[in-house]
Every structure is written in structure tokens, then in C-alpha cells.
């Protein structure tokens, strides 16, 4: 079996909702959303996880996630840092914001040696998207391609009822990605509404179109394509040091144009929940409730 690495992006602070969502308990027993994330992890197959976090947030996360799961699977820290630059470049003094999912995916390239699944701290993706994104890492390719992955969720199975949200709606050919645009969806009575977000273009969705939720699967030659990418992007945003974002759905599209990888899209059926806004957090709570009492995960969870 091949040894494969959750990556698990808990840097940024969750603005809307108001605080660390991470360490937010939904389950019955005190259980945060990436303990789900890391018990499916487990029990499909892989075998290390990896957190992204800020360097001021180590001795919470430790103290909490980390002495739950510690002895059920090895755990390092990596920490994402506004002053983690190339060499010849400074973060503006005023700059708070880390430089977003790519530049934080870069910040593991000293630790993961081995294909790797990157995740949100703060979504619940469920069984089986893990699964099938295991599956798929597990596939020998025969391609001189680098060979990468979406899951894609039915958009419909990623909506909240509490307000808009921001998905990656996947424009797809044999089954691979050849766009992705970032839009904000939202449900208004039969239709799905999306707005992208680059031009604001509004155009509707059908329920089982397949979007991004930030679960993607690499190895690790990502890291050296990520190196070299950040340092164009900031050539090209010198005059925007304060506000700009290195993006790995943006550094996706740039290497299928450049025909640097191929990237799947892995369709799931699973139901994504989170906590948006506040008012989410009883639905996410509700669900888990009614997987345990569907036998799909223990009431207390690493018992």
C-alpha cells in the first residue's frame, strides 16, 4: 500500500463566522469537523496528516486535535507565514493575510515526501470522498504528465440555506478538468444561481454539476511547479503586495494550459456541510448526528 499524506489547510481564521471554525465542537462528544476529516482519512488508507496552521495557533491545535489523533496516526505541524518569501522579496509591512491555499500548500513541501490530499480544515466532505480520492491515488497513470485530482461535488449536495457560497464550477472534458470558475452559488427557489467571480458574469447551474471544494490530490512534484509559479506571480503583482492571492485553482489552470498536468475530476456523491455562518452550525451538528445513527461513525468518535 502506498503511503499517502492528508494535508490540511487550518491557517486562515474563519472571518464570517467568526473565529477559529476549526475548533468549533459539532459532534456529541466535543468532536471538531477535521476529526470526521481524519477518521475517513484513516480508514482509507492513508497514513500520515499534515497541518497548515498559523505558528501563534500551535498549542491549541496540539492541545486539542492533535493529543486525540496523535496516537492514532502520525501528525506534523507546518506553519503558513506572511514572511515566507523567495529570496529578494518582502511582505508589506501592513500585511496580515497569508497569501493564500497555493502559497500555504508550498509551506509542506520540507515534510511530504508522498502523494498527498489537500483539504479545508473547516468542510465536512464525507466517507466517500475520501474514498474515491484514495482510489485514485492508489491508480498507476501512464502519462508523461504530472497526474493530479478534483473531487467533484454535485453543487447540489454543497449548498447552505444561510446565504451564498464560493465554489469552483468545473468545465470538464473525458473526464478531466479544462476550466474551473470561481463563482459565488446560491439556491433561490428552483434555480441554482451562479456569479463568477472574475467578471461577474451570471449564468444558472443544473443540481449535478460537478464543483470544486478544495479536495485535491497531488504529488509531491507539485511543490517545485508551485516554487516556481509563486515567484512569477509575484513579478506580475509587485504593485498589489498588500491584497493579492497565489491560488492553487489558479495554479491548476496554468498547468493544464501549459500541459504541465492532467487533473482529473473524481466525482463523489457525498453531501459536503460546513459552518459558513453561525446559523449553520445546527444543520452540521443535525448531520452528523443522523450519520451516527446511520452506524456510519461512532457517537464518540476515536472510542
Known amino acids: 500500500m502506498k503511503d499517502k499524506t492528508l494535508l490540511i489547510m487550518a491557517a486562515g481564521m ?64 507546518v506553519f503558513q507565514k506572511v514572511e515566507s518569501l523567495p529570496q529578494g522579496y518582502t511582505a508589506p509591512a501592513d500585511r496580515i493575510k497569508p497569501w493564500g491555499t497555493g502559497h500555504a ?26 474514498k474515491v480520492a484514495s482510489e485514485f491515488m492508489s491508480k498507476e497513470h501512464n502519462s508523461d504528465k504530472k ?5 467533484g461535488y454535485k453543487v447540489i449536495n454543497t449548498l447552505t440555506e444561510n446565504g451564498s457560497v464560493k465554489r469552483g464550477v468545473c468545465n470538464i472534458e473525458n473526464g478531466r478538468l479544462v476550466g474551473l470558475k470561481e463563482s459565488k452559488i446560491e439556491q ?31 504529488t509531491p512534484d507539485l511543490f517545485s511547479y508551485l516554487d516556481s509559479k509563486f515567484i512569477s506571480f509575484l513579478e506580475e503583482n509587485k504593485n498589489n ?23 482529473s475530476v473524481v466525482e463523489t456523491d457525498a453531501k459536503w456541510c460546513g459552518v459558513t455562518y453561525k446559523e449553520d452550525k445546527d444543520g452540521v451538528v443535525n448531520y452528523i448526528q443522523s450519520l451516527i445513527n446511520n452506524g456510519d461513525y461512532n457517537n464518540n468518535l476515536w472510542q
Do not use: H, W
Not at 105 to 130: C, Q, R
Not at 147 to 151: A, G, N, P, Y
Not at 244 to 260: R, S, T
Open 105 to 130: 500548500i508550498l509551506s509542506a513541501k520540507d515534510v511530504v515526501k508522498e502523494p498527498f490530499l489537500v483539504i479545508n480544515s473547516d468542510d465536512f466532505y464525507g466517507n466517500d470522498a475520501f
Open 147 to 151: 497526474e493530479f485530482s478534483i473531487v
Open 14 to 77: 474563519g472571518s464570517r463566522f467568526g473565529g477559529l471554525k476549526q475548533i468549533e465542537p459539532i459532534g456529541p462528544n466535543g468532536e471538531f469537523i477535521i476529526d470526521y476529516s481524519i477518521y475517513d482519512a484513516i480508514r482509507n488508507g492513508f497514513t500520515k496528516v499534515v497541518f497548515i496552521i498559523k505558528e501563534e495557533n500551535l498549542e491549541i491545535f496540539k492541545d486539542t486535535v492533535g493529543r486525540r489523533i496523535e496516537s492514532k496516526i502520525p501528525v506534523e505541524y
Open 241 to 263: 503586495m498588500d491584497k493579492c492571492e497565489y491560488l492553487i485553482p489558479d495554479v491548476l489552470a496554468m498547468g493544464v494550459k501549459e500541459g504541465y498536468c492532467n487533473v
Open 188 to 218: 433561490k427557489g428552483d434555480i441554482i444561481e451562479a456569479e463568477a467571480l472574475a467578471d461577474g458574469e451570471i449564468f444558472n447551474i443544473i443540481p449535478n454539476t460537478l464543483v470544486s471544494m478544495n479536495m485535491l490530490t497531488f
